[in-house]
């Protein structure tokens, strides 16, 4: 057997001097995404001059590096419930990192929740919708009870709920947990899904008993349970339950006058995807008190008059995320270089951006439109008829673009994209939900359908629009032949309701784009989407003709 020896080992070399971080993205921080965005900045000078100065200062946050680290905190730092206290005693609460609380107060602070029903001004909702869009690129999760108590208002009519509506637009954020009366101000949530229904709200069977009339409403006691409960700890929230006349639409008070909880019993907080800074939960009612809101069996169309804001809601914050995407894959691709350039400048990288900044400004214009009819539903007939077609539509089609939209701009990032410190990763995760929030896009696509047999006018008042853009574009007029033929013609099902809801959604945008964008915007909008029947269109970004205007596009879509 031989001799083991010991190997002679060397001396360790000397320790090197850190790699320094080269050719690094800069922060994606230091603009404001009101003034640094031409087109934004150019639809509020043109239809809501009056907002420039709240938009301003709520677009200095988007950029700002202390209120992106709020952001990033309220989704590290998830809600947890607490459903008794120490000593035993149900609570029913939920508790959020304080980053949470600081966005929320910044929100309200900033009228995103209000402003559509403080103003005298002109175009209420449209400068509203303009402070949702710049909220949508601070973070998305408050964006949830804010967009719930902006539609709320108008659902609190009765006289009963007068001191509701007041605390609704206080301009106060008050996160205690305590009855109205001792609120600066009150935030709003909804409970409609239940476990057997899901979107058919004609399933639901959460009993309401009859208790008094009182000089705050009839009263009711409600049991049953709730799969989907937004934002738990709100003040109020509107619910549906069955009374012997049907379907009913009810109001919930949190709290009760004499300081105790009301009986909600929250079960559980949902583990989501995305969305992650914000409280969904299930709740049991266990004879909770509620006020009914409108006539007893007909909720459903009650809780669907609050629907049109919140649809319009999430086509501004889907076409807000998409703003935000295409702020950071620019940022990062101007400040990064690769193969001896920026990536901006690499050709199939300025295809890509420039995709993307069409289908951004597309999505903004027609989410923005929709909002300018809003506010002309109480007062032109046509304007009430083009939103009651086009906000169903621009909710299906801007949540839908939203996905494949920021997987690119994701992909620009590279692998840093995919990192959790990066806030791509964030709207990764966010991008999808608007789609299924406040009716699926196939709900989307059935209302569409809905109103264009129940409101035949609606499609007149959509086509006298389309067609102000007449003679603009060959490709455009082709498209709106062939669309005037799909309009036409009879169907016995819903099976062609999304085929129809993009095709009117695509010509809207090539319409809004003619009437309020770049015209480098629209010939190459015209050109990618309309050139024959293109709805195979985005499968993949950078698939632009190589044409002159490329680069003006990417340069205007920059933030200054």
């Known amino acids: 057997m031989s001799e083991i020896t010991t190997p002679v080992m060397p001396k360790p070399a000397p320790v090197a001097a850190p790699f320094a971080a080269a050719n690094q993205a800069r922060p994606a921080t230091g603009w404001n995404a009101f003034t640094g965005d031409r087109l934004l900045a150019a ?80 175009g209420g909702h449209f400068g509203r919708a303009v402070l949702s869009y710049l909220w949508n690129q601070v973070e998305q999760g408050v964006a ?59 399933e639901t069977v959460t009993e309401a008993r009859f208790l008094e009339d009182t000089a705050e409403g009839r009263v009711y006691l409600l049991s049953g349970h709730k799969w989907f409960f937004s934002v738990p700890v709100s003040d109020g929230f509107f619910t549906l339950a069955r009374t012997a006349s049907g379907v009913s639409c009810f109001f919930v008070p949190g709290f009760l006058p004499d300081g105790s909880r009301n009986r909600l019993r929250l079960q559980r907080l949902k583990d989501k995807c995305g969305n992650r800074s914000n409280a969904s939960s299930e709740v049991e009612y266990h004879d909770t008190l509620a006020w009914l809101v409108g006539e007893e069996g007909r ?60 289908d951004c400004e597309a999505a903004t214009l027609l989410a923005f439109r929709v909002a300018r009819a809003t506010d002309g539903i109480e007062t032109d007939e046509q304007e009430r008829l083009f939103a009651r077609l086009t906000t169903p539509l621009a909710k299906f089609w801007n949540c839908r673009r939203a996905a494949p939209f920021v997987v690119e701009a994701l992909e620009c990032h590279g692998g840093n994209g995919f990192i959790e410190e990066n806030p791509m990763a964030r709207l990764y995760r966010e991008a999808p939900l608007n789609a299924i929030w406040e009716g699926t896009s196939n709900m989307m696509a059935m209302d569409v359908l809905r109103t264009l047999r129940k ?9 006298t629009e389309l067609e102000a853009a007449r003679g603009a574009d060959a490709d455009y007029d082709r498209w709106l032949d062939g669309l005037a033929g799909e309009l036409a013609r009879p169907r016995n099902d819903d099976g062609h309701g999304r085929r129809l809801t993009a095709l009117l959604a695509t010509a809207l945008q090539a319409a809004a784009l003619h009437a309020d964008g770049h015209p480098d915007s629209f010939q190459a909008f015209c050109r990618s989407r309309l050139a024959g029947d293109r709805l195979g269109w985005g499968q993949v970004y950078g698939t632009l003709e190589d044409s002159p205007e490329m680069r003006a596009i990417v340069e205007r879509a920059r933030v200054a």
């Open 144 to 202: 949830c009870p804010i967009g719930m108590t902006y539609a709320a208002w108008p659902g609190l009519r009765q006289p009963e709920f007068a001191a509701w509506r007041a605390k609704i637009i206080s301009g106060a954020y008050d996160p205690r947990p305590l009855p109205l009366a001792e609120k600066r101000g009150v935030t709003i949530g909804y409970a409609m899904t239940e476990k057997q229904g899901g979107s058919d709200l004609r």
């Open 455 to 463: 409101e035949p006018a609606s499609a007149e008042a959509v086509m």
């Open 43 to 122: 639809l509020a000078g043109r239809y809501a001059p009056w907002v420039a100065g709240r938009a301003t200062a709520l677009g200095a946050l988007a950029g700002d590096a202390e209120v992106q680290e709020l952001a990033r905190l309220a989704n590290r730092h998830t809600p947890e419930l607490r459903t008794h206290d120490r000593f035993g005693n149900r609570i029913e609460w939920v508790e959020f990192h304080p980053a949470w609380h600081q966005l929320m107060g910044l929100a309200v602070g900033h009228e995103v929740a209000s402003l559509a029903w403080t103003t005298r001004e002109r």
């Open 299 to 358: 909720g459903i169309r009650e809780i669907l008059s609050h629907s049109h804001l919140t649809r319009l809601d999430f086509a501004v914050g889907s076409a807000g995320l998409m703003r935000q995407a295409l702020t950071l894959a620019l940022n990062h691709t101007d400040s990064r270089k690769g193969f001896g350039l920026a990536l901006s400048d690499q050709p199939m990288m300025t295809n890509i951006l420039a995709d993307l900044a069409v």
